[in-house]
């Protein structure tokens, strides 16, 4: 069964509560009822005390001293709280007993007058407290003197406050269940505003965001956090819808190309030499568009760090090849340096490792002059393993220092001057290093060079 939240909030500040409730007038009607009996039992022992010498001993009897007055007394005056009296010999037989109990007698028990205290019993239709003291003679128990007081009234009292605590307290949890559901409801209201609103936010409407209460609590929170993560989808999709104009534009462009040259081709017949020349052209679009696809796929395949075998990997070994080999291949002056002499170890993925560091050594040899050597440079900081890729060629402008790593962003400079390229590389050398834990940084002063830098987890 569906519960609406603030029904469950309600419901269990009530339980609760009730249970405290219930603890509370426990003790209340505890507290009261030991308090009446308290009282009544200190006015037994001191009428016991009182009456314990107005008894005396006649020819084996016992009698009560002034039996008459109290005949007087209760024909005289109305007892508002009267006292029961009788007296009993060793057996139980009364001997003399106080006259309001008229034909009444006060139950007998000889245990009772062992432990000295009060105990609730009947006397005809109603309920007494009733005392029992043994009498003694020179020493020699000759009876038991019996006591007792009637408990009606606190019977009353007692009964009321139990009557009314056994009324008031459904009734304190009703309106406490309805009382808390109001309130849970008015404090859930921002959240269902927020929910209403989220729902109505669609791909097309991504830039509407939800108003912020100015409270900075956890609703608040809440929403802006809502509102951040709107801000990211939105840019996210921004960044794809780009990225889908972006590579359709630079596929459409050497298509067109190649299309212009076919078409050309086609329009007259022509010298061997001027076909031969037409189709290397279009086959050099052609190779451009299958390199462009490749760094598609590439930036496309990148995967999560979680799939990636990593294993120790020593770098000054794996970079003194590298720098070997790429100087072969590009057939570029590239020099390696290990600023320390132990061997570094790292935990990387070692084809991972050789793409990004493909791209910033083919990135150095491209954007600086063929005179001037690529450095890639290792060593150990106080963060762990780091390695640089150096050259000392144009350099990036400071402006376009965040921007190189976005996918199709060429520099101005770089696309005027005509040097090869289609802006893919840093986009995949910076997914390939955020996938595999990588810091990487960049330093450049236009004119003078750059600095691509690695810095590895402390492994
Ligand atoms: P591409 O090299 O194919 O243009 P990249 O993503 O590798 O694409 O680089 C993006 C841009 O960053 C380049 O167009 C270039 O302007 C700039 N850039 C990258 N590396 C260097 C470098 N070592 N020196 C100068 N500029 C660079």
Redesign the pocket.
Known sequence: MKTAYKERIARRLTWVTALIILVVFVLIYGVARLTVIQNIDRDLQLETEKHQDQIFLVNGEIRFLHKDEWEEMEHSQIQLNPIFIEIVDLEGNSMDRSPNLRENHLSFSPEKSRKNEAWTQKLGAQEVRQRQITLYNDGKPEGYLLLAKSFQDARELLDNLRNVLLIFYPMILVSLFLTMRYLAGKSIEPIQQIIAKTNQITQKNLNERISEPELNDEIGQLTRSINELLGRLEQSLKREKQFTSDASHELRTPLSVLRGTLEVLIRKSRTPDEYEQKIKTALGTIDRMSALIDQLLALARVESSKNLVKEELELITFLEELADQTANDQQREVSFQSLVTVPIYIKANEKTLQMILD??LQ??I???EKTFPVILRTGKSEQGAFIEVV?S????DQE?LEQ??DPF???K??VDEG?P???????I?KKLAQESGIQLSVQ?NPGS??V?RLDFPQS
């Open positions: 791209n910033l990135n150095a491209k954007y600086s050259d060629g144009k350099g990036i376009n190189i790593f962003f060429r520099e400079k770089a040097i390229g289609s802006g893919l590389g840093l986009a050398v450049s060079g750059s691509f």
